[in-house]
């Protein structure tokens, strides 16, 4: 775990997310432009770019201590009508990851959460403070709004990516340390309404 800082130069007409997030921004002159991102506590650090993304911003507010946490929503041009399903459902996340495992348990001041073009390949990733989502174009209106593709998705990788950012364990070997925080039945929170039931408790977890 460490302090990182990383300079990305890109095409100006490239829009970056990243671990941690920008710290600054400078144009070169050139047709390029340097993003400066700086995290605090993190042990792998992620950037995203592309063209076409869309900001949207949005804030959570702890209901018991009035912290505050930045969401980044990454979003494709098209995928208006899907933005508040990303930015409630990673509220969502925030107030039960804070009423299972207290105030300040997301150590962050920001996460970035990032809507992937379709058929890149590059949905359900999970980074420290970053994520990737996913929204099948089709879905709702095929099955209508019964199917919460995009909550579920987000919630599962929200859930993923502060387990091991935080722990640093190896996924690869111990992948179902994140996934149970999702798909074991219990009642907890208000996330069952996204049919997403986080039920274990913290000390079932591999040491």
């Not at 993003?35 to 993304?53: R, T, Y």
């Not at 933005?83 to 001041?109: F, I």
């Not at 990737?132 to 995009?150: H, M």
């Not at 722990?167 to 690869?172: H, L, P, S, T």
Request: with cysteine; hydrophobic share 35%; charged share 25%.
């Amino acid at each position: 775990m460490g302090v990182k800082e990383e300079r990305i130069k890109r095409a100006e007409k490239y829009v970056v997310g990243t671990t941690g997030g920008s710290v600054d921004e400078r144009y070169n002159g050139d047709g390029t432009k340097t993003v400066v991102a700086n995290a605090e506590d993190v042990h792998k650090f992620a950037w995203v770019a592309d063209a076409q993304f869309r900001k949207k911003s949005d804030t959570w507010r702890s209901r018991k201590t009035g912290r505050t946490i930045d969401i980044e929503l990454l979003y494709q041009p098209g995928h208006e009508r899907i933005v508040k399903k990303y930015l409630g459902a990673t509220r969502g996340a925030l107030d039960y990851v804070e009423e299972w495992l207290g105030p300040g348990a997301y150590p962050y001041p920001k996460v970035t959460v990032v809507d992937p073009r379709s058929g890149s390949s590059a949905g359900g990733m999970e980074y420290p403070t970053l994520f990737t989502g996913g929204a099948i174009w089709w879905v709702d209106g095929f099955f209508g709004k019964g199917i919460r593709l995009v909550e579920t998705v987000t919630i599962h990788e929200f859930m993923h990516q502060i387990w091991y950012g935080i722990v640093a364990n190896n996924e690869f070997e111990k992948i179902s340390a994140g996934a149970d925080c999702l798909w074991n039945p219990g009642p907890r929170h208000d996330l069952s309404r996204y049919h997403c039931r986080p039920g274990f408790k913290i000390q079932e977890f591999p040491g």
